[in-house]
């Protein structure tokens, strides 16, 4: 009988289901926040950690890569199952998103998960797939995105955006002495990228020499979502893991 009332008070309902959501999703959330390894550190030998920031260049190719809606077909989330491990590698940490905002798992795969695609493919098939994916695989129903080589990359607003980034917490660094912390805390040769003062100059260096687009004389939008692409999966060292983890497939 009360159970009949509640039902016919839409307001009453409606309070009570929101109630119940919100009573869910904090048994689900707050215990995550109380939990040390819910974040894995991966760390290198010398105590380093292995994820870190993106660089100026690999964060306006994520802004592209967001900006073109790639995340709704592509995922970047190996879950841990068989299949999975067998076609993409190990599965996805925590970790790994710890700095991406918001973060690129997805739900959906029309094409493959990108989550491990850094390296596996050059730059110029990168390119060529970006621009006429048909070409590179014949069945792709990706649609063609020839304006990004010919798009003079922005790169007015870089140190804005990871200025942006800092208030949410992700470590770019505001003076020597965040610099420094950044030196101890990913080394030398990362933390120089994640300074805001040198953004700029840190962003078209690293567009030149990594000659994404196969013109180093410009810095087009077909740089920055390459140099994104080929950074996914290569920043930890899965041999710590392989042993321990692919144990259970043998």
């Not at 380093?48 to 970047?76: A, F, N, T």
Request: net charge negative; with cysteine; proline share 5%.
């Amino acid at each position: 009988m009360k159970h009949d009332k509640i039902e016919r008070n839409l307001g009453l309902m409606l309070v009570l289901t929101m109630l119940a959501i919100s009573a869910g999703g904090l048994v689900e959330i707050v215990p995550l926040f109380f939990i040390k390894d819910t974040v894995e550190s991966v760390k290198t030998a010398d105590g380093k950690e292995m994820v870190h920031p993106y660089s100026p260049l690999e964060l306006r190719g994520r802004d592209i890569y967001i900006r073109e809606g790639c995340y709704l077909c592509h995922s970047q989330m190996i879950r841990p199952f068989r299949d999975e491990a067998l076609r993409y590698g190990h599965y996805s940490l925590a970790a790994e998103s710890k700095y991406d905002h918001p973060f690129q798992w997805g739900s959906k795969r029309t094409g493959p998960d990108l989550a491990r695609v850094g390296g596996k493919y050059s730059n110029d098939w990168h390119v060529q797939h970006l621009t006429a994916p048909r070409s590179m695989v014949p069945e792709s129903v990706m649609p063609n995105y020839p304006w990004l080589i010919k798009t003079p990359l922005d790169t007015s607003d870089i140190g804005l955006r990871m200025a942006a980034l800092r208030v949410t917490g992700v470590p770019y660094s505001k003076g020597e002495a965040e610099y420094q912390q950044n030196v101890k805390t990913f080394g030398e040769d990362v933390a120089k990228n994640l300074r805001i003062e040198n953004a700029e100059a840190n962003l078209r260096a690293q567009a030149a020499s990594g000659n994404y687009d196969n013109n180093p004389s410009d810095v087009t939008e077909m740089d920055a979502l390459v140099a994104y692409l080929q950074v996914l999966g290569t920043m930890v060292d899965f041999k710590q893991f392989d042993d321990d983890y692919f144990v259970k497939f043998r």
